[in-house]
């Protein structure tokens, strides 16, 4: 298919006009105008753009891609040369970062509760990432966190704010743990994010509210794979997803 034809649906289908981010979402490498095997990963890191070279791809799909707010503009050091590695072998670059983690069907948010069997009831927070719901059953923050990392393959960090069972809880994907105070304010017992910071542990337990960081990238591996599932099966194109494991 054409790069224009792609470019036009993600950003259609993803709406990104509607949101406000810190970086630009679509295309953001031009190399090849046409595409036959889409690479999708987390983020666009050398080694997976590497990884997409050995594979013969002319595109890479990401979250996390490049051109974000405050960083230095040059294209030097590391950012020049990932961009010369893709011009140099012909691949695009597309990337989509919050729209990627609000969609209703490939958002990080509804896939990481599609993993979990967490059953969505509402949303909130700044443009509505963050999403609140509940587990199959009440569990302990225990139970919760062995859950998490058996099905993410991950080491999550818990934070207690007491002996209460976890009902309902909410959850936003990646550096979210500032939504705490967010999901606080809808009423539940837990809030999972991807990070953690210094201010979180005293949060949690002011707030009465526990709280686990599971990892940016674990959390975040799920709405790239659902948008490359959904190009791949609207226009026949071959899509792999690459996992560059990141422990954080």
Not at 57 to 78: N, S
Not at 122 to 138: D, I, K, M, Y
Not at 205 to 230: C, S
């Amino acid at each position: 298919m054409r790069l224009q034809e792609l470019c036009e649906f993600c950003d259609e289908y993803l709406k990104t006009g509607e949101f406000s981010d810190y970086c630009p979402n679509g295309l953001q490498v031009e190399a090849n105008l046409e595409v036959e095997h889409i690479v999708c990963g987390v983020t666009a890191s050398q080694a997976l753009i590497e990884a997409a070279i050995g594979q013969g791809a002319d595109t890479i799909l990401v979250h996390h891609g490049y051109f974000w707010k405050g960083e230095a503009q040059p294209l030097t050091g590391i950012k020049g040369r990932r961009i010369a590695s893709l011009l140099r072998n012909n691949i695009n670059l597309l990337a989509y970062h919050l729209p990627l983690d609000a969609h209703p069907e490939v958002g990080n948010n509804v896939r990481l509760a599609a993993v979990m069997d967490w059953q969505i009831e509402s949303s909130c927070g700044e443009q509505e990432l963050v999403l609140t719901g509940h587990a199959t059953h009440p569990q302990t923050l225990r139970e919760l966190t062995e859950t998490i990392e058996a099905r993410l393959d991950t080491r999550a960090l818990a934070i207690s704010a007491g002996d209460h069972e976890i009902n309902r809880l909410a959850w936003c994907t990646g550096a979210a743990q500032g939504f705490i105070e967010a999901a606080a304010e809808q009423g539940v017992d837990a809030f999972v994010s991807g990070e953690v910071s210094e201010p979180t542990f005293h949060l949690a337990r002011e707030l009465g509210i526990h709280y686990v960081a599971a990892g940016h990238h674990a959390t975040e591996r799920y709405g790239v794979q659902a948008l490359a599932a959904e190009i791949a099966r609207r226009f026949g194109i071959r899509q792999q997803f690459i996992d560059i494991p990141n422990p954080v």
